[in-house]
């Protein structure tokens, strides 16, 4: 059974930092993977989609990684503002013949100015 | 850009009422999907549709039923509220399957 975690539950950093966000998941059998971002009592956002057969993706400020073997991504947020300021999650796709995604329980950030 | 629109941010409804929960896509999505979201338990898949007419349960469809009669178009239908189904409600869709979904803003529902 696919399980997806993410570490950590909740990060604070001074803005202007770079930083990593972690997903783990226990199968790599994966169709692809995605990064939301969800701001407090709202929908999801799409930030990025990466498919099994690619390492990266990269939109702005924003670089998602995937590495099936070890069963992780991670999504990198260059000099980080105050709006950056949500929880992300990943969430992962185990095919099409079933759309089934599994997400993890998210990060939330916080970005101080 | 893809929207997904849901008929209502917030709804209180008390136990025992049914109650409607109606999502809207404008981008010719094949595919649909109800989501619930809870405190430490995250999102989990309540039904989603391929096509219209046609359903499929996800992880937890117990009291809720849905119903896709147009393509944009796909209800949750709680037949008979109870105070567990308090919740945030997300929809989604999708072009097919495996393409990545667009989520709408939710709908806080409060059962009393």
């Known amino acids: 059974k696919q399980e997806v975690t993410q570490i950590p539950a909740a990060l604070s950093v001074p803005e202007g930092e770079n930083l990593v966000l972690n997903c783990s998941f226990t199968d790599s059998a994966i169709y692809n993977l995605q990064w939301f971002r969800q701001d407090p009592g709202k929908g999801l956002t799409s930030l990025l989609l990466i498919q099994s057969s690619q390492r990266e993706q990269t939109s702005g400020r924003l670089n998602a990684s995937l590495d099936k073997s070890s069963g992780r991504s991670t999504l990198y947020i260059a000099a980080s503002q105050p709006g950056d300021s949500a929880t992300y999650l990943c969430?992962?796709?185990?095919?099409?013949?079933?759309?089934?995604?599994?997400f993890g329980p998210g990060t939330s950030l916080s970005v101080i100015p | 850009d893809v929207k997904v629109t849901q008929s209502s941010r917030y709804l209180v409804k008390r136990t025992g009422e049914k109650v409607f929960l109606e999502c809207v896509q404008d981008m010719d999505h094949e595919n649909m999907f109800w989501y619930r979201q809870d405190p430490g338990l995250g999102l989990r898949l309540i039904y989603f549709s391929y096509d219209v007419k046609m359903k499929e349960k996800g992880d937890i469809p117990e009291g809720y039923s849905v119903s896709r009669e147009k393509k944009e178009r796909f209800s949750l239908i709680l037949e008979s509220a109870s105070t567990n189904q308090t919740s945030m409600y997300l929809c989604?869709?999708?072009?097919?399957?495996?393409?990545?979904?667009?989520f709408g803003p939710g709908t806080r529902l409060t059962v009393l």
């Open positions: 989604a869709s999708s072009l097919w399957r495996g393409h990545e979904q667009f």
């Open positions: 969430a992962v796709r185990r095919g099409t013949s079933y759309d089934k995604v599994i």
